[in-house]
C-alpha cells in the first residue's frame, strides 16, 4: 500500500512521518508518536475521549485522518503540562475531583481547553454545551461542571500550578499510583 509524508507540529515540535493514508489521527499519535493520553474509546466519533485541538479548535482524532493534520497544529493532553507544571484547567480537575476512573479526563480537558480560549467566563449551560460531546460513564458531570467553573477562576487569576508546590500552597499531593506485588 502507498504511505503518504505528513509533517504536523505536535505539542510545539514538528514530527515527521510516514503514513498510510487511511491512519487514522488517533492512531498516529497514539501508535506513532507515543502520546498515548489520547484515549481510544467509541472509535465512532460518540465518547469524546480521543479529543485532541486541531489548531486550536477541539476535534475528535478518531474522525481525523493523520494526511488531514499534514502542516497543521496538534495540541494533546501531554502538550498542556506534565507532573511537575500542570496546566491550571489539569489543576482544577484534580482539585476539584472532576474525574474519577479518568478514561474520559483528557478529552474533557481539551474541550475545556477550547471552552475558556472562546469564553473566559462561562455559564453552566455553555460549559454544558462544549462537554455534550464528551462522554463520562462514571459521574453525574456535577464535580466536572465545579472543574470547569473553577478553572476558569483560576486562568482569570492567572495561576499555573506546580505540583511539587501543592503542599506549601495548602492543596493535597495527588496520590501516587500504588505498586502491586508481583505485576
Not at 492512531?27 to 498515548?36: A, I, N, S
Not at 485522518?65 to 501531554?78: F, H, M, N, P
Request: with cysteine; proline share 4%; charged share 30%.
Amino acid at each position: 500500500m502507498s504511505r503518504a509524508h505528513v509533517s504536523i507540529d505536535v505539542n510545539g515540535e514538528r514530527k515527521e512521518a510516514e503514513v498510510e493514508p487511511r491512519t487514522l489521527l488517533v492512531k498516529f499519535l497514539r501508535e506513532d508518536l507515543g502520546l498515548t493520553g489520547t484515549h481510544v474509546g467509541c472509535e465512532t466519533s460518540n465518547c469524546g475521549a480521543c479529543t485532541v485541538l486541531l489548531d486550536g479548535r477541539a476535534v475528535k482524532s478518531c474522525t481525523v485522518l493523520a494526511v488531514q493534520a499534514d502542516g497543521r497544529s496538534v495540541k494533546t493532553i501531554e502538550g498542556l503540562g506534565g507532573t511537575e507544571n500542570l496546566d491550571p484547567i489539569q489543576l482544577a480537575f484534580w482539585e476539584k475531583h472532576g474525574l474519577q476512573c479518568g478514561f474520559c479526563t483528557p478529552g474533557m480537558i481539551m474541550a475545556t481547553h477550547q471552552l475558556l480560549s472562546e469564553n473566559p467566563d462561562p455559564e453552566e449551560d455553555d460549559i454544558r454545551m462544549a462537554l455534550s460531546g464528551n462522554l463520562c460513564r462514571c459521574t453525574g458531570y456535577v464535580k466536572i461542571v465545579e472543574a470547569v467553573r473553577y478553572a476558569a477562576q483560576l486562568k482569570k487569576k492567572g495561576v499555573s500550578a506546580r505540583r511539587r508546590d501543592a503542599r506549601k500552597e495548602g492543596r493535597e499531593e495527588p496520590p501516587r499510583p500504588r505498586q502491586i506485588e508481583g505485576m
